[in-house]
């Protein structure tokens, strides 16, 4: 069973994902942690990837749907993939149509102005990835290590990216409508995450 996670940036996709997977046995697959494992270890894929990622914009359709589909492929016998910041156009969507089914599609919604004000204060861990909102000493506060903010969340990065996941990443709602289920996820990380267990129970209680 495959679970698309969208919504925008800063929604707390990648929270919700990571605390699923780890839960319930689900594969996490972030485009966007990839790109990072790809750009820290200077491959390729990464040169090419920073060139769109420091300016707010979608790496083109054609180089993440390769890259996913090597990645479903190299997976084996598993129990299901969360997909969390993917697809993240309709022709993403349309070209894994064939490739992977879709069961389930969780949008965390939270208003634009709270968007921008999580992601101006959002951190992360350069030691355990943990990700959190800076702290009065800059240090992380499950490890201890150093906060630092991706070059993405900075100001001006922002509002591109606010504006690509309107134009580019929101006609797949409309997409996705008959497996679709919106959360709000202007909560605690908790009050979340229990309303996406009750979409969950009721999805596997309908099948
Ligand atoms: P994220 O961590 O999901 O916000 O992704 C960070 C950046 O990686 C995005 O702003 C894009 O530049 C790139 N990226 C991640 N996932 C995708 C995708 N599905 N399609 C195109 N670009 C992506």
Request: with cysteine; proline share 3%; aromatic share 6%.
């Amino acid at each position: 069973m495959n679970i698309v996670f969208l919504g925008s940036p800063g929604a707390g996709k990648g929270t919700q994902a990571i605390k699923l997977s780890d839960d319930k046995g689900f594969t996490h697959i972030s485009t966007g942690d990839i790109f990072r494992a790809e750009l820290k270890n200077n491959t390729e894929l990464g040169k090419l990837a920073k060139q769109f990622i420091d300016n707010g914009e979608l790496v083109p359709d054609d180089v993440v749907v390769d890259m996913v589909d090597a990645k479903i492929k190299s997976l084996g016998d598993i129990k299901g993939c969360i997909l969390d910041g993917f697809p993240r156009t309709l022709n993403q969507g349309k070209a894994m149509e064939g490739k992977i089914d879709v069961a389930l599609v969780i949008y965390i919604h939270v208003d634009k102005q709270e968007i921008i004000d999580r992601l101006s204060i959002r951190r992360v861990c350069g030691k355990c990835g943990n990700i959190q909102p800076n702290s009065e000493n800059g240090l992380c506060n499950t490890c201890g290590g150093t906060l630092a903010q991706r070059d993405d969340d900075k100001p001006e990065v922002i509002l591109n990216r606010l504006t690509v996941y309107e134009t580019q990443t929101m006609p797949l709602i409309d997409y996705y409508k008959d497996k679709f289920y919106q959360i709000d996820g202007a909560r605690e990380i908790d009050e979340v995450y229990k309303d996406i267990l009750s979409v969950l129970e009721k999805f596997n209680a309908g099948n």
